[in-house]
């Protein structure tokens, strides 16, 4: 296997997500309680976080190179805050309607996030980082995906 960039890992769990995204939305208008939906909105939560964590990493490493980008990197963090919240917001819903909204909206700003980050951030990242540092935090990557028991 070549070594991968940690960026390439990122976009290929974007792609991993997208698909869990369509499958869920599939599923929405067929779950009858908020409940449902909640847990729904748990694992995407879930699903999510490890995921931004390399990414939050990736930005510090990189925030000392690009003082100048610093803008995308705002942005990134303003918008993980952002799907964060809308998803704590479904366990709010009071009601099946409510709740499957709020969860649609999550995934649709989820998915716009995957956009930018691609056209935008992760070719800047690329730019600003020595390949070795890219594919050393690729590799780390792999190790955790190993180990899943160890995992937070
Ligand atoms: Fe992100
Ligand atoms: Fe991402």
Redesign the pocket.
């Known amino acids: 296997m070549h070594n991968m960039k940690i960026t390439e890992a990122?976009v290929a769990e974007h792609t991993i997500f997208l698909g869990v995204f369509d499958q869920i939305e599939r599923a929405l208008p067929s779950l009858t309680t908020p409940a449902e939906v909640k847990t729904m909105a748990s694992v995407v939560e879930g699903m999510?976080e490890g995921?931004?964590k390399s990414?939050t990493n990736l930005a510090y490493l990189a925030l000392d190179h690009v003082l100048a980008q610093n803008g995308e990197l705002k942005r990134?963090h303003q918008?993980?805050h952002e799907?964060d919240d809308r998803l704590r917001q479904v366990h709010t819903a009071s009601t099946c309607a409510e709740a499957r909204r709020l969860l649609g909206a999550a995934i649709a700003a989820s998915r716009e996030?995957?956009r930018a980050?691609e056209r935008s951030?992760f070719p800047m990242l690329e730019q600003v980082l020595q390949e070795d540092t890219l594919t050393e935090l690729g590799q780390s990557w792999i190790e955790r995906q190993a180990e899943p028991a160890r995992r937070v």
């Open positions: 990122l999510l995921h931004a990414e990134m918008d993980h799907i996030h995957f980050e951030l």
